[in-house]
């Protein structure tokens, strides 16, 4: 009989995207890429926060010297990965996320951890979760090269 | 049209890894595409690391001005 895959739940901050358009952070987009096309991971992201990342590209291309054509095509290919949560998805546990967050604007990622638990959150802000109140709730905080070191 | 070729280096590394964490070789030629633009795009970046902290700031806020109703 075929074993049964186990597929990991990645909700992915978008401060990990932005993160890996700094020149320097060669390891944030290899991380990244191989996360996002690892068969036994799904990866998702509030559409609220990525739908503000959109509106941001302008002033994202203006300080990074992209043109707006080169950054949307960039970001089309990379979210084709990425299951984009609506807020009616994981609004019930909003509220509840308030307690698991030190910065409530980080609050969408944690109610879609919660959601989908068990799961992963992919940060560089990870001292902006409560990591030990999310542990019990079977959350994982992570950095991206953590995240990948843990598949291994 | 004009086309320009720009070298991307693939990390031997990231085949390693794509290859350990369970990744197919069919899935590895899209991988190593998605790597290849978003290296090309970041090669020719300007963005510091604190330009980034602060654009990601700006827009975790202006999401939750958004959706900030929904969780009081």
């Given at each position: 009989?075929?074993?049964?895959?186990?597929?990991?739940?990645?909700?992915?901050?978008?401060?990990?995207?932005?993160?890996?358009?700094?020149?320097?952070?060669?390891?944030?987009?290899?991380?990244?890429?191989?996360?996002?096309?690892?068969?036994?991971?799904?990866?998702?992201?509030?559409?609220?926060?990525?739908?503000e990342l959109r509106a941001h590209a302008q002033e994202i291309c203006h300080k990074a010297g992209f043109t707006l054509p080169l950054l949307e095509e960039t970001m089309d290919r990379l979210f084709v990965n990425v299951e984009l949560a609506p807020l009616s998805s994981y609004q019930n546990e909003l509220h509840e996320a308030l307690q698991?967050?030190?910065?409530?604007?980080?609050?969408?990622?944690?109610?879609?951890?919660?959601?989908?638990?068990?799961?992963?959150?992919?940060?560089y802000n990870k001292r902006h979760f409560n990591s030990r109140r999310l542990v019990r709730r079977h959350?994982?905080?992570?950095?991206?090269?953590?995240a990948l070191r843990e598949l291994r | 049209m004009v086309t320009e070729t720009v070298p991307v280096e693939i990390p031997a590394e990231i085949l390693q890894l794509a290859e350990r964490s369970g990744i197919s070789r069919e899935k590895i030629s899209a991988l190593l595409r998605d790597f290849a633009v978003l290296e090309i795009l970041a090669s020719s970046s300007k963005l510091t690391k604190k330009d980034a902290e602060k654009l990601s700031r700006e827009i975790r806020v202006?999401?939750?001005?958004?959706?900030?109703?929904?969780?009081?």
């Open positions: 009989m075929e074993e049964a895959k186990v597929i990991r739940t990645l909700i992915l901050d978008t401060n990990v995207l932005i993160s890996s358009l700094v020149r320097s952070e060669g390891i944030t987009r290899v991380s990244l890429t191989i996360l996002l096309h690892d068969e036994n991971c799904e990866v998702l992201a509030p559409a609220d926060v990525v739908e698991f967050v030190r910065d409530e604007r980080d609050a969408p990622f944690a109610a879609l951890a919660l959601l989908r638990s068990p799961s992963t959150i992919i940060t959350v994982q905080v992570l950095t991206p090269v953590d | 202006s999401a939750w001005k958004r959706l900030r109703s929904y969780a009081h």
